[in-house]
């Protein structure tokens, strides 16, 4: 899916790094200068222990607003002068070097300061953009379409960029609810655009089609255009894994596999794949020669349907190990269609014990009342035919 970072898709995005308030600011410059003031009397005045208050507008430059940062500096400044004083050192030329020491130093932290808000702001602008831009590619989850209920997970590996090459969307159209899952050879920013023109096609020929071999094919074609602009521009072709899915009345799925992962069965029984033809990427069946097929399988009221992407299936331990989904879907328990997403994303993150390789999806969804609406003709099952 082509998604929101550390949060589920659609929501809002966070602000720029919070300062801490005025009065903790107050209570710790104060509580500081009366600790130091202290040392430096039961010093007796030799040490220069007062010195040590240039720390203080230091971390409010790394943490707090530019106006604090100014004034603690001021404050430091005078409390020095006066320490100086009080406890001035050997010779006047220790005291101007003390004091034109203190200043220089403080101007920097101000400086600092000032540049780092900038960096923060810019920031908070390049993500609300990429917020922005997840908006017009995602639906939020979890969707509620009239036959199924999705939810999910989307974790990019650039997770600062909210946006991945893993996609999916959902569609409720004359002939059912339609739904795309992919991934996107690659990963991160260079994917998008390839997952853009899936994305785009998808949403047009979702309605137009009747059939959903004829909704796979104007994938596929959207895919080898993108390639030939691509290459045009000197840039990476690429191919995509996808899986369209049909859920009309009853509990009957229509699916059409373009070399994606095969979806995973939950609820009255062992957890197993559903038995689907491979097929291949889209971009490459007219190097394969082959010519796309829909299958059916049942998704009974009460079960829950589980799409990943390889990130899941190939997050890899220190040893090397693929996750072992097949076996950790047996162990876990039975849960929500939400809290089996949430589950299995904080399982394989156990597994892989680190920072994500590739872009992370997992779907999870389940028929709903509306199930049983009437729907416009569609391609039969092989048992109507």
């Not at 922005?132 to 650039?158: H, K, N, T």
């Not at 939950?266 to 020669?289: F, K, R, S």
Request: hydrophobic share 45%; glycine share 10%; net charge negative.
């Amino acid at each position: 899916m082509i998604g929101v970072g550390s949060r589920r898709a659609g929501a809002a995005p966070p602000g720029p790094n919070r300062a801490p308030d005025n009065r903790t600011v107050v209570a710790a410059v104060l509580a500081a200068t009366a600790v130091l003031l202290a040392a430096q009397a039961f010093s007796g005045g030799d040490a220069r222990i007062v010195l040590l208050l240039v720390f203080v507008p230091a971390l409010l430059g790394g943490l707090g607003t530019l106006a604090q940062t100014v004034l603690a500096a001021i404050w430091v400044t005078g409390v020095i002068v006066v320490s100086s004083v009080v406890f001035p050192p050997p010779s006047v030329t220790g005291r101007a070097l003390t004091l034109l020491s203190d200043v220089a130093a403080e101007a920097v932290v101000v400086v600092l300061c000032a540049r780092r808000i900038r960096r923060d702001r810019e920031l908070f602008r390049i993500r609300q953009s990429a917020v922005a831009l997840q908006r017009q590619l995602l639906r939020p989850l979890p969707v509620l379409a009239p036959d199924i209920l999705l939810y999910g997970r989307y974790r990019p590996v650039e997770e600062d960029t909210m946006v991945g090459g893993d996609l999916y969307d959902i569609a409720d159209t004359p002939y059912g609810t339609r739904l795309l899952v992919g991934d996107v050879q690659g990963k991160g920013l260079p994917a998008i655009g390839t997952g853009f023109a899936v994305l785009s096609a998808f949403r047009e020929a979702a309605f137009r089609d009747p059939a959903l071999t004829d909704v796979a094919l104007a994938l596929e074609n959207a895919v080898v255009r993108h390639n030939a602009y691509a290459a045009q521009n000197g840039e990476t072709e690429r191919f995509v894994t996808a899986t369209v899915f049909c859920f009309g009345p009853g509990t009957g799925v229509q699916a059409v596999n373009c070399g994606h992962l095969t979806p995973y069965l939950l609820g009255g029984g062992e957890p197993g794949t559903v038995p689907l033809d491979a097929g291949v990427p889209l971009g490459l069946a007219e190097l394969a020669g082959e010519v796309r097929t829909a299958e059916w399988f049942d998704l009974p009221y009460g079960a829950v349907l589980l799409l990943v992407t390889d990130g899941v299936t190939e997050a890899a331990d220190a040893g090397g190990d693929f996750y072992p989904i097949d076996r950790r879907l047996r162990e876990l328990p039975d849960r929500s269609p939400d809290a089996l997403a949430g589950a299995v994303e904080e399982d394989v993150r156990r597994h892989s014990h680190g920072p994500l390789r590739d872009d992370l999806t997992i779907l999870t969804l389940r028929r709903t009342a509306g199930s049983d609406r009437p729907a416009e003709p569609r391609e039969p099952r092989p048992s109507e035919s």
